[in-house]
C-alpha cells in the first residue's frame, strides 16, 4: 500500500482552518503558532495539487475542491480516531503534559516539581524532551511540545512564533575531585586562570554562558575534558580529570559521590527562560509546573 501524502495532523490542520474560518483562528483551536498552521497547509496544498482555500480580507473560505475534499478528510480522522479507541487509546490528550528541558533542571528541579505535580493530578500523562536549547525551541516551534525551559538565548534573537520570559536563576558552583587539598573556600574565576575544566561540549547554553563570563574576566577559559552531559562532567572531576563549573542547580548543597561543590564567585547567574507558543493558551497543568519550579 503506497504512502498517504496526508498524515494526521495536516487533517487536523485542514478541518480546523475550515471550521475556525480563519488561520489565526485554526492556529488558537491547534495551539499552534500561525506560520506553522499556514506551513502545514500549504505543504497539504501542494501534495494534493490543489487549493482548498482562498485567502480574504476577513479570514478564509473553501474553494469548491476545499469543499469536496472536506468530508472525506473528517471521515479519514474519525477512521484514525476509531482505530486508537479500539487500541484502547484515550480519543484526546487532555491530561498528556509535554515539557522540554536541558540537563541541569532535568536532573533534581523538574524531577521533584513534576513528582508533586503528578500527587495532585493523577492520571497526568508526562512527556518529557531533553535537547540543547535550540533543539528545544525547534521542537516547540513544531508542536511536539508544548513548553521549553531554556538558558535565557543572551544577545540572540527571539525565533518567530515564540514568546519567552524570566522564569528561574541558578548561581554557579564549581567541582573539585574530593579530597583536593590548597583549593579557596569560596574559589573566584580568576583562580581557574588556564586550569583544564571539565566542561560540557559547544553548543551548550551553559558552555556559552561560561565563556562569556570569563571573557568578560579576562581568564583563559581552558577546556581540557568535554563531555556530552552533567551526569559525566562529575564523574570525570571525581576521576582527577579537572575542575567543573556547572550550573548550581544541577548539584543541590549535600553530599556528592567523588566530588566537593563550592560556591564559583565571579561568574553571573545563569538566567532560565520560560518559552512557550506565542498566542498559544498555556494549559493549567503548565502553568502549575512553572509555580513548582
Known amino acids: 500500500m503506497p504512502a498517504p501524502a496526508a498524515d494526521a495532523a495536516d487533517l487536523r490542520v485542514f478541518l480546523a482552518v475550515a471550521v475556525a474560518g480563519s488561520i489565526g483562528g485554526a492556529a488558537q483551536r491547534l495551539g499552534r503558532t500561525q506560520p506553522a498552521v499556514t506551513a502545514r497547509l500549504q505543504n497539504l496544498e501542494r501534495a494534493w495539487s490543489t487549493r482548498l482555500f482562498r485567502r480574504e480580507a476577513r479570514g478564509t473560505r473553501l474553494t469548491p475542491e476545499g469543499a469536496r475534499l472536506l468530508p472525506l478528510a473528517e471521515s479519514a480522522l474519525r477512521g484514525l480516531l476509531e482505530l486508537d479507541r479500539a487500541a484502547g487509546l484515550p480519543a484526546t490528550r487532555e491530561t498528556?503534559?509535554?515539557?522540554?528541558?536541558?540537563d541541569?533542571?532535568?536532573?533534581?528541579?523538574?524531577?521533584?516539581a513534576l513528582a508533586r505535580l503528578a500527587?495532585?493530578?493523577?492520571?497526568?500523562e508526562i512527556r518529557v524532551r531533553e535537547a540543547t536549547g535550540a533543539g528545544l525551541l525547534d521542537a516547540l516551534r513544531d508542536g511536539e511540545i508544548d513548553l521549553a525551559i531554556v538558558i535565557r538565548?543572551?544577545?540572540?534573537r527571539v525565533p518567530p512564533g515564540l514568546d519567552l520570559a524570566p522564569c528561574l536563576r541558578s548561581e554557579v558552583a564549581l567541582l573539585l575531585p574530593r579530597g583536593v587539598t590548597r583549593t579557596p573556600r569560596k574559589p573566584r574565576a580568576a583562580w581557574l586562570d588556564g586550569r583544564g575544566l571539565v566542561v560540557l561540549q559547544r553548543g551548550s547554553?551553559?558552555?556559552?554562558?561560561?565563556?562569556?563570563a570569563f571573557a568578560a574576566a579576562g581568564v583563559r577559559f581552558n577546556a581540557a575534558v568535554e563531555v556530552g552531559n552533567l551526569s559525566?562532567?562529575?564523574?570525570?572531576?571525581?576521576?582527577?580529570l579537572g575542575a567543573a563549573p556547572v550550573p548550581a542547580i544541577a548539584f543541590p548543597p549535600g553530599t556528592i559521590p567523588g566530588v566537593e561543590r563550592r560556591p564559583l564567585v565571579g561568574v553571573p547567574p545563569l538566567a532560565y527562560d520560560r518559552a512557550v507558543r506565542a498566542g498559544a493558551p498555556l494549559p493549567a497543568d503548565l502553568t502549575r509546573l512553572l509555580e513548582l519550579l
Not at 541541569?104 to 521533584?112: F, K, T, V, W, Y
Not at 559525566?232 to 582527577?240: P, T, Y
Open 119 to 124: 500527587r495532585e493530578r493523577p492520571g497526568l
Open 96 to 102: 498528556a503534559l509535554r515539557v522540554g528541558a536541558g
Open 104 to 112: 541541569a533542571i532535568g536532573r533534581e528541579r523538574l524531577p521533584r
Open 205 to 212: 547554553g551553559f558552555r556559552r554562558h561560561l565563556e562569556s
Open 232 to 240: 559525566l562532567v562529575r564523574r570525570f572531576v571525581a576521576a582527577g
Open 153 to 156: 538565548p543572551s544577545g540572540e
